[in-house]
């Protein structure tokens, strides 16, 4: 394997050597140290071998001095192969634009990759990158990557951590997100658990603070539940009055049954586009991040139009993206018409909204019934959803005095 690598790097060339004595120029060759082998008779007057490609001329010289013929059968190797190109100039200047555009563009940045990020987006991270001084095309022996990671998690509060890694025209950016902080409850600040909507009481769960209700109570959307105003009595059997009040921060759970309305409503008549076949496009390219605009007017002659954007990357055969990227932006014309809506279609999806507004709200809770009534009037239906649900409605108000005192400083 060896002999034939360097052969075929240094060259060879197939020799046909013809005369009355042959064997007499393979003993020249030999007290020459000329090298040759692969030696093949022909005939009687008429062998075939093979030399090293620096060995060609003097065999040739020696070819004549004992009365031989030799010609010159074939030729291979590094050498010969390029030795075809002498003359294409144009070859010889592509090989050498090509070799200079593998050396300088190997010390730009073309991909950058993300990794190790799960709710934080890899747009809002590239996004920071690039203001920071990383982006497609940046020159990568000239960034600080210590410095550039410093300054990115310092916009990035969601990240921990950062490590900017380059290999060659590829930049690894592997990030951490924080642990998100826990929250705190200001037990300073106190406060009372009001009602946010109106109920029934069925349950009751005080920690801390007085219950004012009870279950089977009737309560209205705004009513203190649970005051932080704690009554110290007095012990029993003990002529002492009342040892006053203690201001504490309310903290419990009531649950309730509760009753909501929601409404919603839709026009009854809607404009359908209907296209009139008239359309115009422009194509572009994105190099490095830089848009170039190849053909097309700048500016649009419709009045209503839908635009269409067709992307095409380029890939490479491992995966991998690219930053160059060819945009087909097609805007087709059309006129609107006003159209009756279906209104069955119209109220199924009335109710549907509702219905998602309504688990929003009751969250956690139950949604016991439903019932949904729809009127239509002025051109407009108006779909009203009745629910009857059991949901947890206690919420913190804080106390006025708390919140005066958080203002003054």
Not at 74 to 101: D, M, P
Not at 181 to 202: C, F, H, K, N
Not at 221 to 230: K, Y
Request: proline content about 4%.
């Amino acid at each position: 394997m060896l002999k034939w690598l360097t052969n075929a790097l240094r060259g060879k060339v197939c020799l046909e050597v013809e005369g009355a004595f042959p064997e007499r120029f393979l003993n020249l060759c030999a007290q020459r140290g000329i090298l040759f082998w692969n030696v093949e008779w022909l005939e009687a007057t008429r062998l075939r071998l093979t030399v090293t490609r620096g060995g060609a001329g003097a065999a040739v010289e020696l070819g004549e001095r004992v009365m031989c013929t030799v010609t010159r059968a074939g030729q291979s190797g590094a050498l010969a192969f390029l030795e075809r190109f002498r003359r294409r100039y144009a070859l010889l200047i592509g090989l050498a634009l090509s070799l200079t555009a593998v050396c300088v563009l190997s010390q730009f940045i073309l991909t950058i990759e993300v990794e190790g990020n799960e709710s934080v987006p890899t747009a809002v991270i590239l996004t920071e990158l690039r203001r920071q001084g990383l982006r497609p095309g940046v020159y990568g022996p000239g960034l600080d990557e210590e410095a550039l990671r410093t300054r990115a998690l310092l916009q990035l509060p969601e990240l921990s951590w950062m490590s900017v890694n380059l290999y060659g025209t590829r930049a690894q950016v592997l990030v951490r997100e924080a642990t998100p902080e826990p929250e705190v409850v200001d037990l300073s600040q106190t406060g009372s658990v009001v009602a946010r909507a109106s109920g029934i009481i069925t349950g009751i769960e005080p920690l801390s603070g007085e219950a004012l209700v009870q279950e089977g109570d009737t309560v209205l959307e705004g009513e203190t539940l649970i005051s932080g105003t704690v009554h110290l009595a007095a012990p029993q059997y003990s002529e002492v009055p009342d040892l006053g009040t203690l201001q504490v921060r309310a903290e419990g759970k009531v649950y309730a049954r509760t009753w909501r309305t929601l409404e919603a409503e839709i026009p009854l008549e809607t404009r359908v586009k209907t296209y009139t076949g008239e359309e115009t496009t422009r194509w572009s390219a994105t190099v490095l991040g830089q848009r170039l605009v190849f053909f097309g007017n700048s500016g649009i002659p419709f009045d209503q139009y839908d635009k269409i954007n067709e992307v095409w990357e380029l890939t490479l055969p491992g995966g991998r993206e690219m930053p160059l990227t060819v945009q087909k932006e097609t805007c087709r014309a059309y006129t609107t018409a006003a159209m009756e809506i279906d209104t069955d279609a119209a109220r199924s999806l009335l109710e549907s909204r509702l219905l998602e507004a309504l688990e929003e709200a009751v969250g956690e809770g139950k949604i016991v019934s439903t019932d949904y009534t729809a009127v239509e009037k002025d051109g407009m239906l108006r779909v009203t959803l009745q629910a009857e649900c059991t949901e947890e409605i206690g919420r913190f108000v804080p106390d006025e005095n708390t919140q005066e005192n958080e203002a003054d400083p």
